[in-house]
């Protein structure tokens, strides 16, 4: 089943949370291709994925979201983009089996069109040698994530929906303006946002990161004006970061991500699942929110 069909179907689905700091807490260094361990580190890899399955998801991502050729080359790595991405999938769908969707990470490449620092055509194809290795992997769809640039988004989700047959989630990540509404941190805002990807071909569109479960419910309620009919997801951070003992931390607890559950899905959410600093137990407090608001329906 299509995940655009699960929801229209009357189901509000419970995603996942937090990789980056859970592969690290499981040895990835500071400076480490977090990437490569889809192929150097697999089990724990998996590990993570399962944990969420565990949790109460219906969802998992992948260990992909720095997998363009354009971050990889950082590592030295450009040239493995297909089969590093390729991997993640497939350990993610080892993780999901035939019950749970697999939702195939793409992040920004960190050029700037506008800039000149790379061609349409060349950020094409790197999002299209993603796409097509996480379809070859297993993913049922693709999330273009963290984008803050309509053009870069834009292009992935053509890329995918042109090389591919899986549907395309998108979201940006918005921050509150001194004058008390989110923009991302290339101007654009919910609306603008919501028209733009909506037009290439998204099937669903969301947020995530850089805000907390309460400011999250705020954006959805911006692109539920712009747009009143497709699904929504939100992939929230567990608050915002804060500083201690040198170390940024994450301070919002499962139970208080529980709490704001209700009022992001009469905001228009149809998937809540996290971002930074969410572990399996933030993911598990959302999963007994959506079945007691369920219930209550």
């Known amino acids: 089943m299509k995940i655009r069909k699960a929801i229209e179907a009357g189901q509000v689905l419970v995603s996942d ?12 260094k500071p400076g480490e291709c977090p990437e490569l361990w889809n192929v150097t580190h697999p089990q724990e890899v998996l590990d993570i994925a399962k944990s969420y399955i565990e949790a109460g998801a219906n969802m998992i991502e ?23 991405t390729e991997a993640a999938a497939a350990i993610s769908r080892q993780a999901a089996g035939d019950a749970h969707f697999v939702i195939g990470s793409i992040g920004p490449t960190g050029k700037i069109l506008m800039m000149g620092d ?9 999002f ?11 993913a049922d769809a693709i999330v273009v994530e963290t984008m803050s640039a309509i053009d870069e988004a834009v292009l992935a989700i053509k890329a995918t929906k042109e ?4 549907e395309v989630i998108c979201t940006f990540t918005f921050e509150k303006t001194i004058d008390g509404d989110y923009r991302t941190m290339m101007g654009v805002s919910p609306e603008q946002m919501a028209a733009a990807v909506i037009e ?18 705020e954006i959805i309620r911006a692109l539920r004006r712009a747009a009143p009919d497709i699904p929504m997801l939100v992939h ?10 040198g170390v940024t931390v994450f301070p919002e607890t499962p139970e208080e991500m529980f709490e704001v559950v209700p009022s992001l899905i009469s905001a228009g959410a149809s998937i809540v699942g996290g971002c930074c600093g969410t572990s399996p137990d933030h993911i598990s407090a959302i999963r007994r929110a959506v079945e007691m608001a369920d219930h209550e329906s």
């Not at 937090?18 to 040895?27: I, Q, Y």
């Not at 790379?118 to 790197?126: L, N, R, S």
């Not at 299209?128 to 297993?138: D, F, M, N, P, S």
């Not at 929230?236 to 003992?245: F, H, K, S």
């Open 17 to 28: 949370g937090a990789w980056g700091t859970f592969l690290h807490a499981k040895g990835l």
């Open 62 to 84: 992948t260990n992909s979201f720095g997998g363009s050729r354009f971050k990889l080359d950082h590592y030295g790595l450009g040239e493995r983009a297909f089969e590093l």
């Open 118 to 126: 790379v061609t349409e055509e060349e950020m094409v194809d790197a």
């Open 128 to 138: 299209k040698v993603q796409a097509t290795a996480l379809a070859q992997g297993g």
């Open 163 to 166: 090389n591919t047959g899986l």
């Open 200 to 217: 290439a071909g998204a099937d669903i569109i969301g947020t995530n990161c850089g805000n907390g479960m309460k400011q999250m419910v």
């Open 236 to 245: 929230a951070n567990a608050g915002a970061p804060v500083i201690r003992d």
